[in-house]
């Protein structure tokens, strides 16, 4: 099943609440016949397009291929939560790591964060950004799970923007009634991500990116100079790069072996009016300690926008509101009348130890993909240390790629079964409350 078509239409964004509040750029052609450049980039999300920005305003000659448009996979439709170090806790990756190289990634995580905000500073970039993220827990151990969590940043990393909750601290960010506490951490940020995504793609373009869409690539010829093939055209570059994430297919073997596609779906409500102040009195993101997680921020337009539901298989599910509602309806109890006005579906990537895959997987390819829930920081930062490793300083993208990557168990045959055994038997502990 070829993902960049299977649940969207060919060349259109999906009917998202993003979508619907996002000016589109002017399409884009297709790519046809030959093209010559320093560097062809495969992926117009988050990843390609921050890489083709960076090569771009260093001088170097780029190309960028997207399948469908730019900003159409996850960099268009996910939760928007910008949020801080890594998707791996830092006492984890201590342990996986050490400390010196846990401490280089925390440093990272925190550069990404800054990334985003200079991007949008830079390019003027009108995407509702505003600070907080909150992390939830539903039971007494996460709570407390959570607050050593908060306590280690502080204590190692001297992280001081981040403060603990206790449930009632916790109702005047979040009145639900099935938290009991957390934390809230006033450096991370939420944000629309398709406009971000877009205003991307605008200053690339300004900055002389060649950029065409509806060109899905389907093979390349590595050399010297890589042929980068299209149905209709195709590109001899110096170098390549990667940034396909969840819709990579079977383009390179090596990352699809360590790249799970999965998808997740967020809706968007009605207009909450007088009712916000019972689901986020404070304008901030909330993401819950579930191992299914649930998402959540508010609108610019006072909508509550709820990423959340399980689904294993690769096809969206027919009524994706619904899917979305029964996750929303345990949260917020309070709006089971409110109507949902928007519901989409995307596809993002995930690795074994949730930490991304970075890799040079031919001469002169390199590859960012598999963020798994926190590419908004790490996808925008990686198309930046892939352009500097082009460049030849590979300090950042090497320290990326030296965290291990182990293929999923069974390759591309058993992955997904496998998988989905996995994540049926998580979110039965969830519902159960084990």
């Not at 016949?33 to 988050?46: E, I, S």
């Not at 190289?101 to 925190?110: C, I, N, T, V």
């Not at 827990?137 to 306590?151: I, K, N, P």
């Not at 869409?213 to 299209?230: L, R, Y």
């Amino acid at each position: 099943m070829n993902l960049l078509f299977a649940n969207d239409k060919r060349g259109q964004y999906p009917q998202s609440w993003y979508a619907a509040t996002a000016e589109a750029l002017p399409r884009f052609a297709p790519l046809k016949g030959a093209q010559k450049a320093d560097v062809c980039v495969v992926g117009a999300g988050y990843t390609g397009l921050s890489a083709a920005l960076h090569l771009a305003q260093a001088g170097r000659d780029v190309v960028l291929l997207d399948a469908q448009r730019v900003g159409f996979g996850a960099s268009g439709r996910n939760g928007g939560q910008l949020g801080s170090g890594q998707r791996v806790d830092q006492d984890k990756l201590e342990k996986m790591l050490g400390i010196e190289h846990a401490k280089r990634l925390w440093d990272m995580g925190q550069d990404a964060k800054d990334l985003v905000k200079s991007l949008i500073a830079q390019h003027k970039i009108d995407c509702y950004l505003k600070p907080g993220v909150a992390w939830t827990a539903s039971d007494q151990g996460d709570v407390a799970d959570l607050h050593r969590y908060a306590a280690h940043l502080q204590d190692v990393y001297g992280y001081d923007q981040i403060e603990t909750l206790d449930q009632a601290a916790l109702q005047d960010v979040c009145p639900s009634p099935d938290y009991l506490g957390g934390v809230l951490d006033m450096g991370a940020a939420h944000l629309h991500p398709l406009r971000f995504a877009l205003g991307l793609a605008a200053a690339a373009r300004d900055a002389g990116v060649r950029i065409f869409e509806n060109s899905a690539v389907h093979h390349i010829d590595e050399g010297a100079k890589a042929k980068v093939q299209t149905d209709a055209g195709h590109v001899m570059a110096d170098h390549v790069i990667l940034a396909c994430n969840g819709y990579l297919g079977t383009l390179n073997r090596k990352v699809a072996a360590r790249v799970m596609p999965i998808n997740n779906f967020i809706a968007a409500t009605e207009p909450l009016g007088d009712r916000i102040r019972d689901v986020l009195p404070r304008d901030v993101a909330v993401a819950d300690s579930r191992f299914v997680v649930n998402y959540f921020r508010l609108s610019h337009d006072g909508r509550l926008l709820f990423g959340g539901g399980e689904s294993y298989g690769y096809r969206f599910p027919s009524d994706i509101a619904a899917k979305v509602r029964a996750p929303m309806s345990v949260i917020f109890p309070q709006l089971s009348d409110v109507k949902i006005d928007y519901a989409w579906g995307g596809t993002l990537g995930i690795t074994v130890k949730r930490m991304p895959y970075l890799a040079r997987v031919g001469r002169n390819i390199l590859s960012a993909s598999g963020y798994s829930g926190h590419g908004v920081g790490n996808a925008t930062q990686a198309g930046l240390l892939m352009a500097r490793a082009i460049q030849g300083d590979g300090d950042g993208f090497d320290t990326m790629a030296n965290v291990p990557a182990m293929p999923f168990p069974g390759g591309g045959a058993l992955r997904t079964p496998l998988l989905i055994m996995a994540m049926t038997w998580y979110a039965m502990r969830d519902r159960l409350g084990v």
